[in-house]
């Protein structure tokens, strides 16, 4: 079992920035891709980046590349998602999750998730 907490978001003028922190634990939090999705009301789940499990690979979705940047210490069981230029688009509840098989965009890929953290961006 791998718990996964969200923290960071919050409300943030279009143009700034936030950094998303996920926590992991359990006895392999730290052996798992770790990925970031997104969903705002009424729209489906969302592909933003994963990382893989040593760090040295990432993956983006096109149109979150240049503005948001993903990177993990495994020392603390912990991922970030940087965001800048953040744009009222983005806005969204942010869920991290531990990857498990299957291509990096699907969320069926991924077997434990965090409980989301909000993000809102105003203009």
């Known amino acids: 079992q791998v718990q996964l907490v969200e923290s960071g978001g919050g409300l943030v003028q279009a143009g700034g920035s936030l950094r998303l922190s996920c926590a992991a634990s359990g006895r392999t939090a730290g052996s798992y891709a770790m990925g970031w999705f997104r969903q705002a009301p009424g729209k489906e789940r969302e592909f933003v980046a994963t990382i893989t499990w040593t760090g040295d690979s990432t993956y983006y979705a096109d149109s979150k590349k240049g503005r948001f940047t993903i990177s993990r210490d495994n020392a603390k069981n912990t991922v970030y998602l940087q965001m800048n230029s953040l744009k009222p688009e983005d806005t969204a509840v942010y869920y991290c999750?531990?990857?498990?098989?299957?291509?990096?965009?699907?969320?069926?890929?991924?077997?434990?998730w965090g409980q989301g953290t909000q993000v809102t961006v105003s203009s």
């Open positions: 999750a531990a990857h498990n098989r299957g291509t990096w965009e699907s969320p069926l890929a991924y077997g434990y």
